[in-house]
């Protein structure tokens, strides 16, 4: 047995540098704090790729099956003597493969945002807050405890929140963090409740006791029902939306294109490659209790999976912010994994839907990153986020270019990139339990090719837009982790997780079947093609087919009006009557009756004041008077 | 034993002169008219002590010695009060009663 303690470190280190970059970060120099945070999330980096040696390939699995492995644990509270809340480091393949690409993503990050937020007054901060994002990122992955997990959760989204909140100046930043605050904790309080019904049920908050396998602590949850579910179906579906939110799953993905307010660098690690896969993983690390106690919430999951994905890739056609077009494909494969883990089995080859997931996790987190840090130094270049602005950037920013060709044939799905390898197996995974999911999910797999190549067209071919002044290549501290990411990008698909990260720790044989193969680069490859034939010279042929399409073009370049619904329903509907109603009970009801008691006791106060006149005369008169009731009393009594 | 003269004649007249006092005392502003009202009022019930005393109990002299004190204790109010009266008006310019109230609060 190895002792796995260290790993408290990984994520203690960039607690540490939160600290002591926001304490005395604005003593420091702009590099040096950069430096700093960046060095202490490299050991953090370097910690965690021993952990994955040693988890997965120098001890590796005991008959066949990975152990989880409970490295650390305090008692935090203890409500009862069952009910306890622990910290921890909870190590199994999934956490084990989520600090290594967090790790990776961050650091990667890190290193990119020296050079990209040079100059900038924040920078400090800026890193301060990337290191407390990537400590609670951390803490959330490693809960030994549901409540761990709920507690990094909200940590997320704080750190979401100020990070997309960086540029404080700028109206549209604050109102885009406000947004996703609110959504996710919004989604958050969900969650919360479906926590509350499981370990009201089971007794306890250990994901090693509510994720060992055996059922029977759910007997009671399974017997009870409510409105004609049962207990443990609502308690998924309410932990689920916890996930949906942090994940923007429709219909809380409101929040994620907002959300590109943000620094680029932070759009890629959190909104891209980390933070938004917190509900995939929540999902994921819940599964076996969606599986066996919760099919029913295992099939909702499935089609808003399926659903998001859908909507968001056919969106991400018409969008001409580079960051949101970004943003709307990430929603896009987010729904991927969701639906992957929805139509996933247990065990075995079963198990392939999940494994899936996961694999397009990683793979995921490397192109898209690569994606995003590639846009900021595009618009880091051009300083414009309007895809109108550009092109024929090829020439000019050569790396970029080369390494942006990487990600965008990954997120197509062309073999022998990361991608394909993952969408296949998520295809095949659709293929073999539903049909429906299955063919939307190819739909949109030459969507994503299409909208995707449609950038990248236009980007870099296309016309030949005069700019103020030359772009030029971005320095290396930004180059640098474009292609260590782009080589992840490009390989990460041969990593065989079939052997590392499957749902019940059992290795299995994975084969690449052509039935789904074929067709998913086949379409991929068609939505190049039109993309190529419409954006690769200019033409107006684009032009044409929008007007043609009217109104279904407008709706989906409104992303389907549904910032104006939300805003209808919030504004119109629940501040006019609900809200309005509520503050005038508030104002004159609640608060009406309090200052009536006040207004009465002020009075009679006033009044029992006057009595305290200090005029001798007053005084004698109302002794005098006082004394000749009293003889009246007594005369009248007593006569 | 004042021949002719009932005790009610006495008594309406002291307590005439008594509520003379109060009144004067409630009403008045002036501290010297205060005080001269305080004297009324002590003045009206020497008056009662020594009306009963002298037809009640014509072989004592509780009631003319409690007179005497009363008459003892005015005179030393009285110097006291004047006294005080004295200083106010120098202080203030004035003494009236309403106006005094610089140590009220």
């Given at each position: 047995m190895i002792n796995y303690t260290y790993t408290v470190w990984i994520v203690l280190i960039p607690l540490f540098m939160f600290v002591i970059l926001g304490l005395f970060g604005m003593k420091m120099r702009n590099s040096l704090a950069g430096i700093l945070g960046s060095l202490g999330l490299f050991t953090s980096?370097?910690?965690?790729?021993?952990?994955?040696?040693?988890?997965?390939?120098k001890v590796g699995p005991v008959d066949g099956v990975f152990?989880?492995?409970?490295?650390?644990?305090?008692?935090?509270?203890?409500?009862?003597?069952?009910?306890?809340?622990?910290?921890?480091?909870?190590?199994?393949?999934?956490?084990?493969?989520?600090?290594?690409?967090?790790t990776t993503v961050s650091l990667m990050c890190h290193i990119y945002s020296i050079g990209y937020m040079k100059g900038d007054t924040g920078f400090q901060r800026f890193f301060s807050f990337l290191s407390l994002f990537t400590f609670s990122m951390l803490f959330l992955v490693i809960a030994t405890d549901i409540i761990q997990m709920y507690i990094g959760f909200e940590l997320v989204g704080l750190s979401s929140y100020l990070l997309i909140g960086h540029y404080y100046e700028k109206p549209a930043a604050v109102a885009a963090a406000n947004k996703a605050f609110i959504v996710t904790r919004f989604a958050d309080f969900g969650f919360f409740v479906g926590i509350l019904l499981v370990?009201?049920?089971?007794?306890?908050?250990?994901?090693?006791?509510?994720?060992?396998?055996?059922?029977?602590?759910?007997a009671g949850m399974a017997a009870a029902s409510f409105m004609g579910m049962n207990i443990i179906t609502w308690a998924m579906l309410l932990i689920f939306i916890g996930g949906a939110?942090?994940?923007?799953?429709?219909?809380?993905?409101?929040?994620?294109?907002?959300?590109?307010?943000?620094?680029?660098?932070?759009?890629?690690?959190?909104?891209?490659?980390?933070?938004?896969?917190?509900?995939?993983?929540?999902?994921?690390?819940?599964?076996?209790?969606?599986?066996?106690?919760?099919?029913?919430?295992?099939?909702?999951v499935a089609y808003v999976g399926a659903f998001t994905s859908l909507f968001a890739a056919i969106i991400a056609?018409?969008?001409?912010?580079?960051?949101?077009?970004?943003?709307?494909?990430?929603?896009?494969?987010?729904?991927?994994?969701?639906?992957?883990?929805?139509?996933?089995?247990?065990?075995?080859?079963?198990?392939?839907?999940?494994?899936?997931?996961?694999?397009?996790?990683?793979?995921?987190?490397?192109?898209?990153?690569?994606?995003?840090?590639?846009?900021?130094?595009?618009i880091h270049a051009i300083h414009s986020n309007d895809?109108?602005?550009?092109?024929?950037?090829?020439?000019?920013?050569?790396?970029?270019?080369?390494?942006?060709?990487?990600?965008?044939?990954?997120?197509?799905?062309?073999?022998?990139?990361?991608?394909?390898?993952?969408?296949?197996?998520?295809?095949?995974?659709?293929?073999?339990?539903?049909?429906?999911?299955y063919f939307s999910s190819v739909l949109v797999a030459g969507l994503t090719a299409f909208y995707m190549s449609r950038l990248f067209f236009t980007v870099f071919f296309g016309k030949k837009t005069e700019y103020h002044h030359t772009p030029h290549e971005s320095p290396w501290v930004m180059t640098i982790p474009l292609i260590i990411l782009s080589i992840g990008a490009a390989f990460a698909g041969f990593i065989p997780f079939n052997e590392l990260v499957t749902s019940d720790g059992a290795v299995f044989e994975s084969h690449l079947s052509m039935s789904i193969a074929l067709p998913s680069i086949g379409?991929?490859?068609?939505?190049?093609?039109?993309a190529f034939l419409l954006y690769y010279k200019k033409s107006n042929t684009p032009d044409k087919i929008t007007t043609s399409l009217g109104f279904l073009y407008k709706t989906t370049?409104?992303?389907?009006?549904?910032?104006?619904?939300?805003?209808f329903v919030t504004k119109k509907i629940i501040f006019n009557i609900i809200s309005q109603s509520i503050a005038w009970f508030d104002r004159h009801v609640v608060d009406g009756s309090m200052n009536g008691i006040a207004w009465v006791i002020e009075k009679t106060s006033v009044k029992s004041k006057e009595l305290q006149s200090g005029q001798l005369q007053q005084y004698a008169f109302i002794f005098v008077a006082g004394t000749i009731i009293l003889v009246l009393c007594f005369a009248y009594l007593f006569n | 034993m004042i021949h002719g003269i009932p005790i009610q004649y006495f008594l309406i007249v002291s307590t005439i002169m008594f509520f003379v006092g109060v009144c004067g005392f409630i009403i008045r502003r002036n501290l010297i008219t205060i005080l001269m009202s305080v004297e009324l009022i002590l003045n009206a019930i020497n008056i009662n002590f020594l009306v009963f005393n002298r037809y009640l109990f014509p072989h004592q002299l509780q009631g003319n010695f409690f007179a005497l004190i009363v008459v003892a204790v005015a005179a030393a109010e009285a110097s006291v009060a004047i006294a005080l009266f004295i200083n106010m008006y120098r202080r203030f310019n004035n003494i009236d009663v309403e106006n005094i109230s610089e140590m009220k609060y």
């Open positions: 980096t370097v910690l965690s790729y021993i952990t994955a040696y040693f988890y997965f390939f152990q989880s492995v409970s490295a650390y644990n305090i008692e935090w509270l203890a409500f009862t003597d069952t009910l306890k809340v622990h910290l921890g480091v909870f190590l199994d393949p999934i956490s084990v493969m989520m600090l290594v690409v967090i370990s009201f049920y089971t007794g306890t908050f250990d994901f090693t006791v509510l994720i060992n396998g055996d059922g029977s602590i759910f939110g942090k994940s923007a799953l429709f219909p809380l993905h409101i929040w994620l294109p907002d959300a590109m307010e943000g620094p680029t660098p932070v759009s890629a690690l959190i909104h891209a490659a980390t933070m938004v896969v917190a509900g995939v993983y929540l999902v994921a690390r819940m599964f076996i209790v969606f599986h066996f106690q919760a099919p029913d919430a295992l099939e909702v056609i018409t969008q001409y912010d580079i960051k949101r077009i970004l943003a709307f494909s990430t929603l896009s494969q987010i729904g991927y994994m969701i639906l992957a883990l929805g139509v996933s089995g247990y065990g075995g080859e079963e198990g392939v839907g999940y494994m899936a997931s996961m694999f397009h996790l990683t793979t995921h987190a490397m192109f898209k990153a690569l994606l995003f840090l590639g846009a900021g130094s595009i895809l109108r602005d550009m092109g024929g950037l090829r020439k000019y920013m050569p790396i970029t270019f080369i390494t942006f060709a990487i990600a965008v044939l990954s997120i197509s799905g062309i073999p022998p990139f990361s991608g394909f390898w993952s969408k296949d197996e998520i295809l095949a995974a659709a293929f073999e339990h539903n049909k429906i999911i379409i991929a490859l068609l939505g190049i093609f039109f370049l409104n992303k389907f009006y549904f910032d104006e619904l939300y805003l | -």
